[in-house]
């Protein structure tokens, strides 16, 4: 079993900065990819943000160049690194973990609202 644990949302500033954490509880050899996930209200949740066990990372093409996910190893924790923030950046930003073989993230955090507004 897995459990993720969000930290780091609140409020920004258009073009600044926040930083969220999500640490990871529990088996973690058996996660293959660590994801952010965001869903702003009345829209579809939506995929940020990759890393997979060896380092790999990929972002969805809104974030690219302005958001960095990066692990943590000694502390088992996965951070969003937001930067140039934008008000469609506002939602509620989500972990989570896909385990080996598996074709569907099995563990979700609670979530953290992010909001961009100055």
């Known amino acids: 079993q897995v459990q993720l644990v969000e930290s780091g949302g609140g409020l920004g500033q258009p073009g600044g900065s926040l930083r969220l954490s999500c640490a990871v509880f529990g088996n973690i050899f058996s996660i293959n990819v660590m994801a952010w996930y965001r869903q702003a209200p009345g829209k579809q949740r939506e995929l940020v943000a990759t890393?997979?066990?060896?380092?790999?990372?990929n972002y969805t093409d809104s974030v690219k160049g302005r958001f960095t996910i990066s692990g943590e190893t000694a502390k088992n924790t996965v951070h969003l690194q937001m930067n140039s923030l934008k008000p469609e950046d506002t939602a509620v930003y989500y972990c989570?973990?896909?385990?080996?073989?598996?074709?569907?993230?099995?563990?979700w955090g609670q979530g953290t609202q992010v909001t961009v507004s100055s």
């Open positions: 890393i997979t066990s060896d380092g790999s990372t």
């Open positions: 989570a973990a896909l385990g080996h073989g598996s074709s569907r993230y099995d563990y």
